[in-house]
């Protein structure tokens, strides 16, 4: 990997931050705000990390200066901006937002206007939007197309998951969730596998929808008895054997939702432990 | 993200000995005007350069402003030698102060172009005014959205935003006659 930020010298990078401003300003000024500067810093920051944090194992030799490597760098956030484009084409031919207006707002209205306005060469670093829609995956240390990107990814495998069911079946659950589930800012996927969680753990068929008062109390049971981590392991169990079935052993999906196991164990036996399974267990 | 330090003392130095150089290179031109920077007079206009930068909390990357603001300005009628360091000095801090109140809305020609003419048409050479007014009404226009200066370049603009009441000749006449 890397040599580090700071082993590059630093009148290297001021002045590829000069050549950006140069650029920036495209002749037409002689100085720029501190600000301004500090954005240009952040770029050529963002463009080193990328190529230094880059999977396909580049390697940062002792002898490349910073220009070289920011070069490599931005030359990566490009084909990754190109990437994110052709993702979220793929992503929209299916897209299916089960009525939830925070996901469709993120994905059909924010994303194209992210798209849009991406800057590659003056503003990596920026993501632009909020993406309000809730995900699995904690991507709070990620920003500008690295964000962007694995937002996209995330979002294509929730759907490669939920369109495995009837899309009213999930719109029923989401319903049952909350009347008004519409406004909610909540994970999709996260209330559905829950509610997924009462039939494979009562070996019940989805086509044999809504749990009776028995089932429900057997649940409770069920959950009142382990521990978080039993319930955890239960859980992770249940998520790879329905992988196995529905999503044909997709090893990143089950890793995207291995990410919610702990959420999902701490609902269910908070919502058992308050005497409301029917409140987890929806249809 | 990492932050923006200071560059090593001899980078600095060697950018400022650039700097003077350019200055001095300017003489060659303006001394027809009757105006020149001796060596310690460029020094001091970089190093008046420097705090002015660090106070407005701007970069300058490779050229100064300094040599356009002499180029532009040396023919006016209202700069002479006496003065002339002070007033580069004033011009100095008043053009990066009114790119930031600009929001760097404006090229860097495009606000010499407009100080100029403002200096030499309506401010008759005050710096104070083109400070206090002309720069003051143009920058919040700018700010407000006034964008017509693209199209002139920063010339002929001010008398489109000008709000000031200034001497009037026909009312100065009317009131000469009353008083005789």
């Known amino acids: 990997m890397g040599n580090g930020l700071s082993d590059y010298r630093q009148e290297d990078m001021l002045s590829i931050v000069m050549k950006l401003a140069e650029q920036y300003v495209s002749g037409d000024s002689t100085s720029i705000t501190y600000e301004r500067a500090q954005s240009l810093m952040d770029a050529v920051l963002y463009c080193i990390n990328e190529y230094e944090h880059a999977d396909d194992g580049n390697f940062v030799r002792a002898e490349m200066t910073a220009g070289e490597v920011y070069e490599l760098g931005f030359r990566l956030v490009q084909d990754k901006a190109r990437k994110v484009r052709e993702n979220y084409h793929r992503l929209m031919a299916g897209f299916d937002d089960y009525g939830m207006e925070c996901l469709r707002d993120t994905v059909a209205k924010g994303i194209p206007g992210f798209l849009k306005r991406y800057d590659v060469r003056f503003a990596p670093q920026e993501t632009l939007l909020t993406l309000d829609y809730p995900i699995l995956r904690d991507i709070r240390e990620l920003s500008g197309v690295d964000a962007v990107f694995e937002y996209i990814r995330c ?25 008004d589930y519409e406004h909610l800012f909540e994970n999709i996927c996260h209330i559905v596998m829950m509610n997924l969680t009462g039939h494979v753990l009562l070996h019940k068929p989805l086509a044999e929808q809504g749990f009776t008062g028995d089932e429900l109390r057997k649940l409770g049971l069920i959950f009142t008895e382990l521990t978080e981590e039993e319930a955890e392991k239960t859980i992770d169990g249940y998520i790879r054997s329905l992988m196995e079935r529905y999503c044909k052993e997709n090893l990143l999906l089950y890793k995207y939702l291995q990410g919610d196991v702990h959420a999902m164990a701490v609902r269910i036996r908070s919502g058992v432990s308050v005497g409301h399974p029917e409140k987890i267990f929806l249809l | 993200m990492g932050e923006i330090k200071t560059t090593g003392n001899w980078l600095e130095a060697m950018t400022q000995q650039n700097q003077i150089q350019q200055l001095l290179a300017a003489n060659q031109y303006t001394e027809q005007f009757g105006l020149v920077l001796s060596e310690q007079d460029a020094k001091m206009l970089v190093r008046e350069r420097m705090e002015t930068l660090k106070r407005e909390r701007r970069v300058e990357f490779g050229k100064s402003i300094l040599p356009a603001i002499i180029y532009a300005f040396c023919d006016s009628a209202y700069i002479h030698q006496s003065h002339y360091v002070e007033t580069l000095i004033r011009l100095q801090e008043m053009f990066f102060m009114y790119k930031n109140e600009m929001d760097d809305e404006l090229t860097d020609d495009e606000l010499l172009n407009f100080m100029k003419e403002q200096f030499e048409t309506v401010c008759y050479g005050d710096l104070d005014y083109l400070e206090g007014t002309c720069l003051e009404i143009f920058s919040e226009a700018v700010r407000a959205g006034y964008r017509d200066y693209c199209r002139s370049e920063g010339k002929g603009d001010f008398r489109k935003i000008d709000i000031v009441t200034r001497w009037d000749r026909e009312l100065f006449e009317t009131v000469l006659k009353d008083l005789e």
């Open chain 1, 155 to 179: 979002i294509e495998w929730e759907q490669q998951l939920l369109g495995r069911f009837d899309r009213y079946y999930v719109r029923e659950i989401l319903r049952r969730y909350h009347l």
